[in-house]
């Protein structure tokens, strides 16, 4: 069934993307200039996403792709990686030497900022004065409005949350309950001991490749949605104590043996493979591995997800998430006539409702008229709907505050905290002095 599934995706997508995406410019396009417009000749463009290999989307993105190729007869030039910090300094490496994309699925926010302060995007403001339908289906002010000049300048497909994945048969094989909103962090850490003590792994994570997910909950587990954000300007402030606690309870974590044994050392895939084959309880990660679990999971019945135990002022039912990401005509795109048209439509064909649907109805959205879960929708995603539903709070990813390279090198020095080669403190105060 699930290798039809790209098939089915694409023949639903190319009948809702026919009027938005073929021929010449639509009504949608608007103006008299548009509605004169000789027809445009196919065009090759090159794309830029997030959505690699290993992405649970990856197929969906697929399927929308050639949907769009077969809707204008346009091609699309795909260079999608999985995204990583090493993946984000590439971007903008090839920004810096002019070998950027036409269109690019992107961080907004922090990671932004030099793209739209050296004018390499364009604003949706600008692309509406010529194509004043462009991302109507979508709320303006959830589109994630840049730090730099406070304007719009990505679509987003769908937003993100952060939670917490659950292998329940491990849990029952160790006589351990599945966490609910009420679980305390105290709790949880009791159900870990236990889960180790009958010699399985507590929670697939590697802390050398994506310690963040972990980071984001512990430091949220020692402050509140209100001060999550709050990026601290040293390790003595407010801001830094909170990161420094949620830090010391990482290594508390590590002390106790919750993690993999090769949790320095090994990859993001081959820790979470621990879930998949019956070897470990839990795993923190986003709305984007829903696809994973389908593909790569014999019983999609045996997982669930949930809220990460929570403690102090946070209540379990806080969560991360967020619109994080987005489609950006760059102004190479924009400013080339043979490709502008095809650029536009690019980005509207991968943001329409029904895309977005395809992509993940439990997710954080922007669509006006907001996401609608399959009516076969499987267990894990009724789940993840009844965690969003349930959520008391939402507050964005603390780590987007920060510039790639101090992310890159809080994030490399976390195993060095755990592992008691530095403090929690230093490793704030290194990662705040790189620029």
């Keep these: 069934m699930k290798k039809v599934l790209p098939v089915i995706l694409t023949i639903a997508l190319c009948s809702s993307m026919l009027a938005a995406c073929g021929g010449t410019k639509t009504a949608s396009s608007g103006g008299a200039a548009a509605s004169a417009a000789p027809e445009a000749k196919s065009v090759s463009l090159n794309v830029v996403t997030s959505y690699g290999g290993d992405d649970g989307n990856r197929q969906n993105y697929e399927a929308a792709v050639k949907a769009y190729e077969d809707a204008t007869g346009n091609t699309v030039l795909d260079a999608s990686e999985t995204s990583n910090e090493e993946w984000k300094a590439k971007v903008m490496t090839d920004f810096e030497t002019g070998s950027e994309p036409d269109v690019l699925f992107y961080f907004n926010g922090v990671d932004s900022n030099k793209l739209i302060e050296n004018n390499k995007v364009v604003s949706i403001e600008e692309i509406r004065a010529e194509y004043p339908d462009f991302a109507s289906n979508m709320k303006d002010d959830m589109l994630g409005a840049s730090p730099v000049d406070g304007k719009n300048y990505s679509v987003p497909v769908n937003g993100y949350w952060e939670g917490l994945y659950v292998n329940k048969s491990v849990l029952e094989k160790c006589g351990v309950d599945v966490p609910d909103a009420s679980t305390t962090w105290e709790e949880f850490m009791t159900m870990c001991k236990t889960i180790a003590d009958k010699g399985y792994t507590p929670i697939a994570c590697s802390i050398q490749e994506v310690p963040h997910y972990w980071f984001e909950f512990t430091v949220l587990n020692n402050g509140s949605t209100a001060t999550h954000t709050t990026v601290p300007m040293s390790a003595d402030d407010a801001a830094g104590k909170i990161w420094a606690a949620g830090l010391n309870d990482f290594k508390a974590m590590y002390e106790a043996n919750c993690f993999p044994q090769n949790t320095l050392t090994a990859g993001d895939a081959d820790t979470f493979q621990l879930m998949a084959d019956d070897k470990a309880a839990f795993a923190i990660d986003g709305s984007w591995k829903m696809g994973w679990f389908a593909e790569n999971t014999e019983d999609i019945t045996n997982y669930t997800v949930t809220y990460v135990p929570g403690k102090g002022d946070r209540k379990s039912t806080d969560i991360v998430g967020g619109l994080s990401m987005g489609y950006y005509v760059t102004r190479k795109a924009w400013d080339d006539p043979a490709k502008r048209e095809a650029a536009v439509k690019f980005v509207e064909a991968m943001t329409t409702d029904e895309v977005v649907n395809t992509f993940g109805a439990t997710a954080i959205t922007a669509l006006k008229n907001g996401t609608t879960a399959p009516a076969d929708a499987d267990a894990l995603v009724n789940d993840a709907l009844a965690m969003t539903k349930g959520a008391t709070g939402i507050a964005a990813a603390a780590q987007d505050g920060l510039n790639s390279n101090a992310r890159a090198a ?24 790189v620029k």
Excluded: M
């Design 410 to 433: 809080l994030f490399a020095d976390i195993k060095n905290v755990v592992t008691g080669k530095t403090t929690a403190e230093q490793a704030i105060t290194d990662c705040l002095a």
